[in-house]
């Protein structure tokens, strides 16, 4: 069965630290991975999706970035965190395209 | 652009009170309608897709229906475990991403 795991599942940060969340998939192949962030009590924003290694698709300008190194691994990382970028983020698979979102259980992240 | 709107954004129940949530929709060519529950600090959980209108789909105590403006969430005789936030998502064709609505929060008191 497929599996997706993603951590930590808390952090706190101080502002201008580097970020790096890590999110993979286990028992499939070349699926869909998506980054979504979460605002409390709001709907999902999505950061980044991939269709494929090396292939990324921005959605918001900001100053976070995403990378796939592997077919089953995706990262999200930033240089230097913000105060506004605090929120629940959540990696997601899928099959392609038609198919419902596997997520995570997502990670918290506070900058302070 | 693609948008989903649910309403309303907080709803309370009595245990065995039956309602519907609603995801009203905008979508360029619909590839699927989706269907999700996220419980408090977890990540949302997949409970149905829809392809296309008049298309229905049911588990356990609840049924989500579909139109070609909007989707329902049926829930029936809830219990308190279906407290939850509910989530409408839309796909277009030739898109390989979903758009989500803000969600509905059920709240069912016993």
């Known amino acids: 069965s497929q599996t997706i795991h993603q951590w930590p599942a808390t952090l706190v940060q101080p502002v201008g630290s580097p970020l790096s969340l890590e999110c993979t998939v286990e028992?499939?192949?070349?699926?869909?991975l998506y980054w979504y962030r979460q605002a409390a009590g709001r709907g999902l924003q999505l950061l980044f999706y991939?269709?494929?290694?090396?292939?990324i698709s921005s959605e918001v300008p900001q100053n976070l970035s995403a990378s796939r190194p592997q077919d089953r691994q995706f990262i999200l990382s930033s240089k230097k965190l913000l105060l506004s970028d605090s929120g629940f983020y959540l990696c997601?698979?899928?099959?392609?395209?038609?198919?419902?979102?596997?997520f995570g259980s997502g990670t918290r992240l506070t900058v302070v | 652009e693609d948008q989903v709107t649910q309403s309303p954004e907080a709803l309370r129940l009595q245990e065995g009170e039956s309602s519907s949530l609603n995801c009203s929709y905008t979508?360029?060519?619909?590839?699927?309608l989706f269907w999700y529950r996220q419980d408090p600090g977890k990540g949302p959980e997949f409970l149905f897709t829809?392809?296309?209108a008049g298309e229905e789909k049911e588990k356990e105590r609840l049924k989500a229906t579909l139109t070609k403006k909007e989707s329902f969430l049926h829930i029936t005789a809830p219990k308190p475990e279906d407290s939850a936030t509910y989530l409408c998502?839309?796909?277009?064709?030739?898109?390989?991403?979903?758009?989500f609505g803000d969600g509905t929060t059920l709240t069912v008191k016993p």
């Open positions: 997601a698979w899928s099959s392609g395209q038609g198919y419902g979102y596997t």
């Open positions: 991939s269709v494929g290694i090396g292939q």
């Open positions: 979508v360029s060519g619909l590839r699927g």
């Open positions: 829809l392809y296309s």
């Open positions: 028992g499939t192949s070349n699926p869909n």
């Open positions: 998502a839309v796909q277009a064709f030739n898109a390989g991403k979903s758009t």
